[in-house]
């Protein structure tokens, strides 16, 4: 099991690039869920506006299963804006 600070570093390190990806609207860390139970397991949290099928994306949108050891798990969150 990964450590937060690893986490940590890995999301720092590459955070602009994945909200440079279509549809990504926040990245963050969280606990990973598989089939709509939340794990023990530290996870890349990539927030999209709708989720797309992998297939349906050009590829240099598509997020990694994981990202140097750490998995991602993609969340539909729908459109973010900041209130004023």
Do not use: C, F, W
């Not at 600070?5 to 606990?31: F, M, P, S, T």
């Not at 709509?36 to 297939?55: A, D, R």
Request: avoid cysteine; charged fraction near 35%; charge should be neutral.
């Amino acid at each position: 099991m990964e450590t937060l600070d690893k986490v940590k570093a890995v999301k720092r390190k590459h955070e602009d690039e994945l909200l440079k990806k279509q549809n990504v609207v926040g990245v963050g860390i969280g606990y990973k869920e598989i089939n709509g139970q939340m794990t023990e397991e530290l996870s890349l949290v990539v927030m999209v506006k709708t989720k797309i099928p992998s297939h349906e994306l050009d590829p240099i949108d598509r997020i990694p299963r994981e990202i140097e050891g750490i998995r991602t798990d993609v969340k539909a969150v729908g459109e973010v804006r900041a209130l004023s």
